[in-house]
C-alpha cells in the first residue's frame, strides 16, 4: 500500500486529480469508479477546471459511481445522481450515456445491482477507482458487521452513517434513507488501481487501522491490504494517528 501524506484537503485533492489525468492520459477511453460524500468535492471542482482548460478530456472515459441511496429517485435532491450532476457531470464533456450510477428507485433492487455487475463487465472493469472513507471504516456503502458482501448489493446503512449523510438531506439524519445500493467489496477489489482519500481529524482512527491494523470485516476498508495496486492519500489530520513503527 502506498501512503502520500499532504498538509492541506486542497492538496489531496490536487494529488487525486492527478492520478485521474495520468490514469486518463495511458487511456482516453479508462473506466472510472467514482465516490460522493464531503471528501471529493473538491476534486471534482479540480476536474471541472481541468477539463475547462482542455487540461482533461472525459469525451471517451466512462464513470460507475459507488453506490445510491434507496427508495428515491435520480431527481431527488440528495441522490448521488444530483450529487454527481452538480458536481462534476454539469461541468466536463463525459457523455451522459457512459455516466453509470444506480437506480435507487429500481423496482426491483436486487436485479439492479445484478445489471450494475453485468455493466462495469461489459466495459472492461475499472481502471481507477477512488474512494472516500466513513469514520467507522465503510467504503461505499460497505459497513462494518460481521460479514461484508462481495458483489453489489442492498445494504443496512448505520445511524453513524446515516448522520454524516444528513448534509445532503437538508441536515436532518431521519430524512435519510435506512438503506442503499452499493458496489460490494469484490467489486471495489477487483479494480486495477484504487486511490482512497481520506481527509480530517474524524478518518483519523480509520486511516491507521488501515494501515497497520488486522483485516478484519469490523473495518471494511482494511480488505484494501489485499490489493496490490493501493494508495492512500491523506492530510495531515487523517494521518495524525499512523505510527511511525
Ligand atoms: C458516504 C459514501 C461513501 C463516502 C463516505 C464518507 O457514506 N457512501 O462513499 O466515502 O460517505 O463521506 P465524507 O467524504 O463526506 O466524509
Same mark, same amino acid.
Not at 5 to 15: I, K, P, Q, Y
Given at each position: 500500500?502506498?501512503?502520500?501524506?499532504?498538509?492541506?484537503?486542497?492538496?489531496?485533492?490536487?494529488?487525486?486529480?492527478?492520478?485521474? *489525468?495520468? +490514469?486518463?492520459?495511458?487511456? @482516453?477511453? %479508462?473506466? &472510472?469508479?467514482?465516490?460522493?460524500?464531503?471528501? /471529493?468535492? $473538491?476534486?471534482?471542482?479540480?476536474?471541472?477546471?481541468?477539463?475547462?482548460?482542455?487540461?482533461?478530456?472525459?469525451?471517451?472515459?466512462?464513470?460507475?459511481?459507488?453506490?445510491?441511496?434507496?427508495?428515491?429517485?435520480?431527481?431527488?435532491?440528495?441522490?448521488?445522481?444530483?450529487?454527481?450532476?452538480?458536481?462534476?457531470? *454539469?461541468? +466536463?464533456?463525459?457523455?451522459? @450515456?457512459? %455516466?453509470? &450510477?444506480?437506480?435507487?428507485?429500481?423496482?426491483? /433492487?436486487? $436485479?439492479?445491482?445484478?445489471?450494475?455487475?453485468?455493466?462495469?463487465?461489459?466495459?472492461?472493469?475499472?481502471?481507477?477507482?477512488?474512494?472516500?472513507?466513513?469514520?467507522?471504516?465503510?467504503?461505499?456503502?460497505?459497513?462494518?458487521?460481521?460479514?461484508?458482501?462481495?458483489?453489489?448489493?442492498?445494504?443496512?446503512?448505520?445511524?453513524?452513517?446515516?448522520?454524516?449523510? @444528513?448534509?445532503?438531506?437538508?441536515?436532518?439524519?431521519?430524512?435519510?434513507?435506512?438503506?442503499?445500493?452499493?458496489?460490494?467489496?469484490?467489486?471495489?477489489?477487483?479494480?486495477?488501481?484504487?486511490?482512497?482519500?481520506?481527509?480530517?481529524?474524524?478518518?483519523?482512527?480509520?486511516?491507521?487501522?488501515?494501515?497497520?491494523?488486522?483485516?478484519?470485516?469490523?473495518?471494511?476498508?482494511?480488505?484494501?491490504?489485499?490489493?496490490?495496486?493501493?494508495?492512500?492519500?491523506?492530510?495531515?489530520?487523517?494521518?495524525?494517528?499512523?505510527?511511525?513503527?
Amino acid at each position: 500500500m502506498r501512503l502520500t501524506l499532504r498538509t492541506t484537503e486542497r492538496e489531496v485533492a490536487a494529488a487525486a486529480a492527478e492520478r485521474v *489525468a495520468e +490514469v486518463l492520459a495511458a487511456d @482516453a477511453a %479508462a473506466v &472510472l469508479g467514482l465516490p460522493t460524500g464531503r471528501t /471529493p468535492m $473538491r476534486l471534482y471542482r479540480l476536474l471541472a477546471r481541468l477539463g475547462d482548460e482542455g487540461a482533461l478530456d472525459f469525451g471517451r472515459a466512462t464513470t460507475f459511481n459507488l453506490d445510491e441511496f434507496l427508495g428515491i429517485g435520480p431527481d431527488h435532491p440528495g441522490s448521488y445522481h444530483a450529487y454527481m450532476r452538480q458536481h462534476l457531470f *454539469a461541468h +466536463v464533456n463525459l457523455p451522459s @450515456a457512459r %455516466a453509470h &450510477l444506480l437506480r435507487g428507485d429500481a423496482a426491483d /433492487p436486487e $436485479r439492479e445491482c445484478e445489471r450494475y455487475e453485468t455493466d462495469i463487465e461489459a466495459a472492461g472493469g475499472i481502471d481507477l477507482q477512488l474512494l472516500g472513507i466513513g469514520a467507522n471504516g465503510h467504503i461505499g456503502f460497505n459497513e462494518p458487521g460481521p460479514c461484508l458482501c462481495a458483489r453489489t448489493h442492498r445494504a443496512m446503512l448505520r445511524p453513524s452513517t446515516r448522520r454524516a449523510n @444528513a448534509l445532503f438531506f437538508g441536515g436532518n439524519a431521519e430524512a435519510v434513507p435506512q438503506e442503499a445500493l452499493s458496489m460490494g467489496m469484490g467489486t471495489i477489489l477487483k479494480a486495477r488501481r484504487i486511490v482512497l482519500m481520506a481527509t480530517g481529524k474524524s478518518k483519523a482512527r480509520a486511516v491507521a487501522r488501515i494501515v497497520s491494523g488486522p483485516l478484519t470485516t469490523r473495518l471494511p476498508a482494511s480488505f484494501l491490504q489485499l490489493h496490490r495496486h493501493v494508495e492512500l492519500i491523506c492530510d495531515r489530520a487523517a494521518a495524525a494517528l499512523i505510527s511511525d513503527e
